[in-house]
């Protein structure tokens, strides 16, 4: 059977608009836009406390927006969140399933629940997952609990399958092999996947495009493909103290170990290239590279409350 879901290439699986969130008058999530075209795999990174979370927890509806809006495959989640869980899938790092039920009758009940749900798929994914019906869930390693959440996230082929820091509750071998196999096979399908997490280098694995948070603000979008003609880092000796490269809108994420100075740049700063010592030696930027300086940039910034 063909399950595939053929994009036209203009739909949003995910759109939100002005969403901010504020807890006890702590801003969360602020004045968030951000749109997911159906098909894409799409990274959400920051670091801890950033609003990932928060963020993900208005596209299943379970935050309701204080100012602006949600829209998941042009549902609303709150007032249409029945059909979002069913076109969904969603997995989160906690390990909440319930440990007194073997493996195969947690499986029945989602089936029960769940009336998308592919039993055959999902008898798949048992062999791939290594996993054994008669298995109680707290005999499982922490690892397996993580693997059979996932399977229950994806045995009804959602449209739009959620991961909230997933790597975080799996083992190495369900993280190196599973996770990126789920992404790819859902994807190929044509669907569209969210995967939020801190692990750089699996998010640039599978990855199309990356959204950075920071303080509940998306900072910057890149495509993955291109970031490396966007940035570069360029790397280098100076015997001053000094930053060597100035410190021009482009420059920054200065790191020195004292002798060698690594600088992240955007490529198209003219000035400063002309200014470069030609012994240093620039490269595409990584992932890794430009988070780093994308988040040291913004915690060297005076926030505009105490500014004044
Ligand atoms: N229910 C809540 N009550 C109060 N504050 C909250 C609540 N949920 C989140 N926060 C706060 O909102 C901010 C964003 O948290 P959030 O969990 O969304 O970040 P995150 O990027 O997912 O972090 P992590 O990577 O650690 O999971 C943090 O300062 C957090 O303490």
Not at 229 to 257: M, N
Request: glycine letters at 10%.
């Amino acid at each position: 059977m063909n399950h595939a879901i053929k994009p036209s290439g203009n739909e949003l699986a995910v759109k939100v608009s002005g969403l901010t969130r504020r807890f006890r008058g702590k801003v969360a999530v602020d004045d968030v836009d951000l749109q997911i075209p159906a098909g894409q795999v799409f990274g959400l990174v920051g670091v801890n406390g950033s609003g990932k979370t928060t963020l993900i927890r208005h596209l299943i509806g379970g935050l309701m927006p204080q100012s602006g809006s949600v829209r998941v495959l042009g549902l609303d989640p709150i007032a249409d969140r029945v059909d979002v869980l069913r076109r969904t899938g969603y997995l989160t790092e906690e390990d909440t399933l319930p440990r007194w039920m073997r493996v195969g009758e947690l499986l029945d009940f989602y089936r029960g629940v769940q009336p998308n749900w592919d039993q055959r798929f999902a008898g798949e994914l048992c062999d791939m997952f290594r996993l054994d019906r008669t298995q109680k869930l707290s005999s499982l390693s922490k690892g397996g609990r993580a693997r059979v959440g996932l399977l229950a996230a994806i045995a009804h082929r959602p449209e739009l399958l959620i991961l909230d820091e997933p790597s975080s509750g799996l083992d190495p071998i369900a993280r190196g092999e599973i996770l990126e196999t789920v992404i790819r096979t859902v994807n190929d399908d044509g669907r569209t996947v969210l995967f939020s997490s801190h692990l750089l280098d699996e998010v640039d694995r599978v990855c199309d495009r990356v959204a950075l948070i920071h303080g509940g603000r998306i900072i910057e979008e890149v495509e993955l493909l291109s970031l490396g003609q966007q940035y570069e880092e360029v790397v280098g000796r100076s015997d001053g103290p000094e930053a060597p490269l100035g410190d021009s809108y482009a420059s920054f994420g200065y790191k020195s170990d004292g002798q060698e100075w690594s600088v992240l740049r955007r490529t198209d700063d003219s000035i400063n290239r002309s200014e470069t010592d030609p012994s240093w030696v620039s490269r595409p930027a990584t992932l890794s590279r430009w988070f780093d300086a994308r988040v040291s940039q913004q915690e060297n910034r005076i926030p505009q409350e105490s500014a004044s």
